[in-house]
């Protein structure tokens, strides 16, 4: 009797290891820089994907998923597509997440589109980048998307004259162009335009020639990293008047680190952005509470990317119960609404792109902190560089 | 008067010496064909070590060689790498033809700069093939609306290899044709550094003023080197280019010429499998560390890299070349490493 | 138009003298004893960091933790130097790269851990902070502040060369080692002792560049390359020739990018590469 116990109990925990089996797990590839000059959004962007995975549990309409994290080390398509390429065929992935730059993502598309893998555009913001691959959604946002409104809001809120100064690479070109559109569309007078180069450390020869073109509004583009905060002290500097020219830029200009490091120099700065930490909505305050007692640092663009990342890959594994096809998810993806901590968002069914609200904000002083104060907003943006280059 | 013929035996004796294959070279040889058999999820790995060692080889050529160090040397990768997809982009995707094109593209370049280069030495010659590297990468993200800027060049495609090997997901066509190209070019290498020509280049990399007052000229050897070493570059970058069909600033930039550089050093430069060696194991090591901790890699390679410096002075196989001089060492390191300058003749 | 010629005269000269004061250290070590050391910046980056950490963490003015980022800058180049670089100093050029290259990549990857990835925020106090309007222009007061500090370290450095025993006997070494060994001065220790002292300045200008060019752990690597421009078009081992590279290379860099701000970012490298090609032992190098 006792013989027939165990057995029949190891044939129990056999049945229930092979079904375990049989219920598999979803690999998710993370491909992304966790090294190098680009490693801080690269931890962002897992801090968010490591939040949802908390508070969302780690298995899916069954199954139960899993990571495998790739550093691709900064701007080397080479090596992105080659770790895509593994984390598929070396590591069995399901599905392909991260892509904090453009040629990664770019290179990466391939990859998708050869081996028919799902893949989630956390960060990569060119517009371009999501018509490289039938199997890619974006869930972060598009320069162009965010730029173009600016330049429309600018010139309906009184900017007559504006001067743009961009980083002189991709992104910054993209945020030029799109907001020369806008702006000039709406009817205004762009005076004077210059790129400055992406390593640059100093900005008051720049900063000075904006100043002497007297314009009424001066349009910068600067990537994250020390370049914002450098600005913000150079403006008031070079004695710069907020209050006369509006100074506007995309979000990254008054990320936290940069408002830190500027202090009041930054009070006044007008950006343009999907998102900010300071988001008035329940939902983004629990999620800011969430993170920074999780991470002790507020979250920024790259971190909310990550988390909606998540949200949209457990979404679509619910909805298709668990089948990892790549056809099957982005057809569950197409249209996908949701509340994320940014507001609302939708993935666009025809491109697969992000559409969401686009927020005009104002650094002020609340509470004896330094926030950006959303106090105008532009609703269900898409991204528009499609429709230009299509004309 | 002839020179007597006692007189030439003793070079032609170390050359005729040098250039026999030793079995551990056979065997380095067999051994790049494993991962094959071995590890076939990993060659698309292989064939990027494969074209990272040919770079290596080609910077050996002018530094280990010939003293010049280069810290500009990813910009003939980069201009093989650029021209290749350009090439592909403007509709010819054939990829030896693409290969020659751009081996061609950074020659010319490296034949131009050479003139420079072969007047100048020491940290002067340093910093100048920094400056023109560093150069050359602001011009490449100046001329977006060529090499694509920042976001690298879009629309490469290649034709399949001889008509039929397509380059595929899993790296096999891209293994065998970075490993053939590396190995034809090891070849040519060896060949021309265990000639008269190569002779006259260690010349100049230990005594410049010597070989002069010997009445070698050293310029036009500087030169030609520096080109062939530049046309080599520039097939890896090549290569690189087809077997991904993407291009980036990244081919071109400081990050690149400086990765180089340590992966040669640590190899062991002057010995021609320095490079090979440095290449492959400082690649493995960063993947397999990257592997384990994506944020904190660059600390087990940096203590790598110290290790390394401290106990094996010359780089891997110039301290393994140092422990097969001693007693012990010769016994079991003897045929493994590569000749020093263990010459009979004065 | 003579404003903005002597703004950019003002802000390529502030920009100079931080240069100045990073590679000064690496100019001095390298023409004494022609130890390569690459690691030159992380003393930098650890300067800024022990600022960081004072100024955050402990809540320290500005100001006095620049005295202890010298310190301790210099005393972690001392621990360096005993223990691992000595051992190289006849080793070839090309492994004292690789070790010093290996303890930039560790210090990175440490400073990653230790600090996280962000950008480190640094509060100045508020005198440092905003401008003067003098005679038409308006002058940044933390450049003013930069300038004048960095001019009374470089005139004490100065002095300290010039004037004291100690001093002559670092000369001599730089001049001439084997004469000055032959002399009975300590080259050793002459040696250690200008080793922390570079180390120190260079963990000094990590301070100060916090506010004006930003603080994260690549900063041991991106800075490098500067470093090593105005060491090469200064001269090895000559102090005046660091201070004339800095301020030509600042202030071309400003120019370039005022005047031509398309092709500013190539100002900087053609400057380099005539003057190295003209003088290849830099301004001031020996030949």
């Known amino acids: ?391 | 008067m002839a020179v007597s013929s006692s007189a030439l035996a003793g070079p032609h004796q170390y050359l005729q010496a040098q250039i026999r294959w030793r079995p551990i070279e056979i065997a380095f040889w067999l051994a790049t064909l494993l991962p094959f058999v071995l590890t076939p999820n990993y060659l698309v790995l292989a064939s990027q070590i494969a074209i990272t060692a040919l770079f290596a080889l080609s910077l050996d050529l002018i530094l280990g060689y010939a003293g010049i160090v280069s810290l500009g040397h990813a910009a003939f990768f980069g201009v093989g790498a650029y021209s290749a997809g350009l090439l592909s982009k403007w509709g010819w995707g054939e990829p030896l033809t693409g290969v020659i094109v751009a081996g061609l593209a950074a020659g010319l370049l490296g034949y131009l700069v050479s003139f420079i280069i072969a007047r100048f030495r020491h940290l002067a010659l340093i910093m100048i093939t920094l400056g023109f590297g560093l150069l050359l990468v602001e011009a490449a993200n100046s001329a977006g609306w060529l090499t694509g800027g920042a976001d690298g060049l879009q629309g490469v495609h290649m034709w399949p290899l001889l008509g039929t090997f397509q380059f595929d997901l899993y790296g096999y066509t891209a293994y065998c044709y970075a490993l053939i190209v590396l190995f034809l070019c090891f070849l040519l290498s060896r060949r021309l550094i265990n000639s008269p020509f190569g002779l006259s280049l260690r010349g100049i990399r230990e005594n410049i003023i010597r070989m002069r007052a010997i009445g070698a000229e050293s310029r036009p050897h500087i030169r030609t080197i520096y080109t062939i070493a530049a046309v080599m570059a520039g097939i890896a970058g090549a290569i690189l280019t087809q077997t991904t069909e993407t291009v980036s600033l990244g081919s071109l930039d400081f990050q690149r010429s400086a990765d180089i550089l340590v992966m040669l050093i640590l190899g062991g430069t002057g010995r021609l499998y320095g490079g090979l060696i440095g290449a492959t194991i400082y690649l493995i090591a960063r993947d397999q560390f990257s592997g384990i901790n994506p944020q904190y890699w660059y600390f087990p390679i940096g203590i790598l890299l110290i290790l390394v410096v401290l106990f094996l002075p010359n780089g891997i196989l110039g301290g393994l070349a140092r422990l097969a001089e001693t007693e012990r060492g010769r016994r079991w390191l003897g045929p493994l490493t590569a000749p020093s300058w263990r010459g009979k003749f004065p | 138009m003579i404003t903005s010629v002597l703004g950019v005269l003002f802000d390529g000269f502030a920009y100079g003298m931080l240069l100045f004061l990073l590679s000064v250290g690496l100019s001095v070590t390298l023409g004494m004893m022609n130890f390569v050391n690459l690691a030159h910046c992380t003393f930098a980056m650890i300067g800024g960091y022990v600022s960081v950490t004072l100024m955050n963490g402990a809540g320290w003015p500005f100001l006095a933790t620049l005295p202890i980022a010298f310190l301790a800058a210099a005393a972690i180049s001392v621990a360096f130097e005993r223990t691992m670089f000595h051992r190289l100093y006849r080793a070839s050029d090309l492994d004292q790269c690789l070790l010093t290259i290996g303890v930039v990549f560790v210090s990175v990857a440490v400073t990653a851990y230790l600090y996280g990835t962000s950008q480190q925020p640094v509060s100045l106090p508020n005198y440092l902070r905003g401008s003067l309007h003098v005679a038409g222009l308006t002058l940044g007061v933390y450049r003013i502040f930069l300038i004048v500090f960095a001019l009374a370290v470089t005139a004490a450095l100065v002095w300290g060369l010039e004037f004291t025993r100690f001093g002559a006997q670092i000369r001599a070494a730089v001049d001439n080692q084997r004469m000055a060994r032959g002399l009975g001065i300590n080259v050793d220790a002459a040696f250690a002792i200008a080793f922390a002292l570079g180390s120190g300045l260079a963990g000094l200008g990590g301070a100060l560049a916090i506010d004006m060019v930003g603080l994260d752990p690549s900063f041991a690597l991106a800075y490098l390359v500067y470093v090593l421009i105005v060491v090469a078009v200064g001269g090895l081992g000559s102090i005046g020739g660091s201070f004339a590279a800095a301020m030509l290379l600042g202030i071309s860099d400003m120019a370039g990018k005022y005047y031509f701000p398309a092709i500013g970012s190539f100002l900087i490298y053609l400057v380099m590469i005539s003057l190295l090609m003209w003088r290849p032992s830099g301004i001031f190098g020996r030949r």
Do not use: C
């Not at chain 1, 099957?328 to 993806?333: D, G, R, Y």
């Open chain 1, 1 to 391: 009797m006792r013989r027939a116990m165990t057995g029949f109990a190891s044939f129990a925990v056999l049945l229930a290891a092979t079904s375990a089996q049989a219920q598999g797990t979803v690999k998710i590839g993370v491909v992304m820089s966790y090294s190098g000059q680009f490693a801080d959004p690269g931890s962002q962007i897992d801090n968010g994907i490591k939040l949802y995975m908390k508070q969302n549990g780690d298995t899916v309409a069954g199954k139960k998923i899993e990571l495998i994290r790739k550093d691709s080390g900064g701007i080397a398509p080479d090596v992105a597509k080659r770790l895509s390429q593994e984390v598929i065929v070396r590591d069995g992935a399901d599905i392909i997440a991260g892509y904090d730059l453009t040629p990664n993502a770019l290179a990466a598309a391939d990859v998708s589109a050869q081996a028919k893998k799902f893949m989630v555009d956390m960060n990569a913001a060119t517009s371009v980048i999501i018509t490289k691959s039938p199997y890619m959604v974006r869930t972060s946002f598009t320069v162009w998307q965010v730029n173009e409104v600016l330049g429309t809001w600018a010139f309906k809120n009184g900017v007559r004259k504006a001067y743009t100064l961009v980083a002189d690479f991709g992104p910054g070109h993209d945020g030029e162009a799109a907001f020369i559109k806008g702006f000039k569309d709406a009817g205004g007078e762009i005076v004077g335009s210059a790129r400055y180069p992406v390593a640059n450390l100093d900005f008051s020869a720049f900063l000075q020639r904006a100043k002497d073109a007297n314009p009424d509004g001066i349009y910068i583009w600067v990537p994250g990293g020390p370049q914002p905060a450098a600005i913000g002290k150079t403006i008031v500097e070079l004695g710069i008047d907020k209050n006369k020219v509006k100074i506007m830029g995309q979000g990254e200009l008054t990320q936290d680190d940069a408002l830190k490091s500027m202090g009041d120099a930054g009070l006044g700065l007008i950006t343009a952005f999907h998102y900010d930490a300071n988001h008035q909505s329940d939902l983004n305050r629990k999620f800011v509470a969430a993170y920074n007692a999780e991470f002790k640092r507020n979250p920024d663009m790259f971190s909310v990317g990550g988390y909606d990342g998540m949200h949209a890959i457990y979404e679509t594994l619910k909805k298709t119960g668990g089948n990892t096809d790549g056809t099957a998810l982005i057809n569950a993806v197409k249209g996908m609404k949701w509340e994320s901590p940014r507001g609302p968002m939708m993935i666009d069914p025809q491109t697969r792109d992000v559409i969401e609200t686009v927020y005009i904000r104002r650094v002020e002083k609340v509470n004896g902190r330094l926030v950006n104060v959303e106090f105008d907003k532009i609703e269900n943006v898409k991204d528009p560089w499609q429709a230009a280059t299509a004309k």
